[in-house]
């Protein structure tokens, strides 16, 4: 799938981020740009495989007047990865999830331009990062689920982060359902 979004504010009169109300020339682009392709199939009776890969690019752009004078920002993010996905059913009452993803950062740069004057934001130019989670979906009566997860992410730089996951959902009838989640 490729999905796509853009926002253009080609003038934006209404003082933005602090800036002087009504200044000719304030002006936002936000655009944002996804591809995904992904694979299903099934290893058995009771699990499945699914291996996607996706890229993605971010771009931003900005003109702002703060007390007559023009600052301008720019950001440009491109990335790529890859994700694979066990789900297995064998145990009653669980929905089984296990998976590894790898996200590489080929390009992320910012830049903000006050009044000429590039004062780049010093972002690692290139970055990775990798992942491995589990969750278990567990049946408890027909209208009551419990769903308990667990990922590591490590960073090719910083601190490795673990983070929990916990949600108790009750389908009360055709039309609502109440969730009760937990999460980091």
């Avoid at 800036?19 to 099934?42: H, I, K």
């Avoid at 004057?117 to 969750?135: C, E, H, I, Y």
């Avoid at 997860?149 to 929990?164: N, V």
Wanted: glycine share 10%; aromatic share 10%; with cysteine.
């Amino acid at each position: 799938s490729l999905v796509g979004s853009e926002m253009c504010i080609e003038t934006d009169p209404t003082a933005a981020f602090g800036t002087d109300f009504n200044a000719q020339g304030a002006a936002t682009t936000d655009r944002q740009t996804a591809l995904n392709l992904q694979y299903e199939t099934p290893l058995g009776e009771q699990t499945d495989l699914s291996a996607r890969a996706f890229y993605g690019l971010y771009r931003y752009k900005g003109s702002y007047t703060y007390s007559g004078v023009e600052d301008r920002d720019e950001d440009d993010g491109r990335w790529w990865g890859a994700e694979l996905r066990l789900v297995n059913t064998a145990f009653k009452g669980h929905k089984l999830v296990v998976g590894a993803e790898y996200q590489k950062d080929l390009k992320r740069e910012l830049h903000y331009y006050p009044a000429a004057l590039d004062t780049g934001m010093g972002v690692p130019p290139k970055n990775s990062r990798w992942g491995v989670f589990a969750q278990d979906e567990i049946t408890l009566t027909d209208r009551l689920t419990l769903n308990v997860g667990l990922r590591h992410d490590q960073p090719a730089e910083g601190k490795a982060r673990l983070s929990p996951r916990l949600a108790l959902i009750r389908q009360h009838d055709a039309d609502t359902t109440v969730k009760a989640l937990y999460g980091t």
